[in-house]
């Protein structure tokens, strides 16, 4: 008799360093000593370039050029925003100042480097740059998984779990709603199964991360 075969696990994304500067040999320079600290690299020689190799499904970082014909480093920065492009930036460049610094941070760079740099700085921001991704994509699963489990709730058990959340006790929800306490008690077990929330300071936290109650 036949049997299924199991499906292969997922292949993990890897997560890429893509540095992006119109210097042929900056480019070189900087993806070997990234590579020989372990980390995938990929070159671009553009802005357009980049845009073109870049998904939001790609974890990983940027680290742009300032200064590049065509789209420069932190106009390429805000075009990565308007795309949905989320990879946490790493600005570089030889002529830094104030104000490209302060637009850089303003626009989300998680740092600015000014040329020349130590490259086992680079590495250690990488490396930071890539956890902070990670971070940021697990935190969206998340937040995926709760507002599809919100769905479940009725308005009355969207009520309850907002109460609850506050951390208001079983009396004064029943006040509140003007329902009796065991009406609270119910709603507040139905609440928890279908949250898949073992108590009232998770729910506080799967509220915190919806915002109000993600619409």
Not at 74 to 84: H, P, S
Not at 124 to 141: C, Y
Not at 149 to 160: A, D, G, I, K, N
């Amino acid at each position: 008799m036949m049997t299924d075969t199991p499906a292969a696990p997922a292949t993990p994304v890897v997560p890429v360093a893509f540095v992006v500067d119109d210097d042929e040999a900056v480019r070189d320079a900087l993806a070997l000593h990234l590579e020989l600290a372990g980390l995938a690299v990929r070159c671009c020689g553009s802005a357009a370039e980049f845009l073109a190799a870049a998904s939001p499904e790609q974890p990983g970082c940027a680290i742009l050029d300032i200064r590049m014909p065509g789209m420069d480093g932190l106009d390429l920065q805000q075009e990565m925003v308007r795309r949905g492009l989320t990879l946490p930036v790493i600005v570089i460049t030889g002529h830094g100042d104030v104000s490209a610094a302060v637009r850089a941070f303003r626009a989300g760079a998680v740092d600015f480097l000014q040329k020349p740099f130590d490259e086992d700085l680079l590495i250690e921001r990488v490396q930071e740059a890539f956890g902070r991704d990670l971070a940021a994509r697990r935190a969206d699963v998340e937040t995926a998984e709760i507002r599809s489990r919100l769905t479940l709730l009725s308005p009355r058990e969207l009520e309850v779990m907002d109460l609850v959340a506050q951390g208001l006790p079983n009396k004064t929800i029943a006040h509140r709603l003007a329902i009796g306490i065991r009406t609270v008690e119910t709603h507040r077990a139905r609440v928890l199964e279908k949250m898949e929330a073992r108590n009232a300071p998770e729910l506080a936290r799967m509220r915190m991360l919806l915002g109000d109650r993600g619409d």
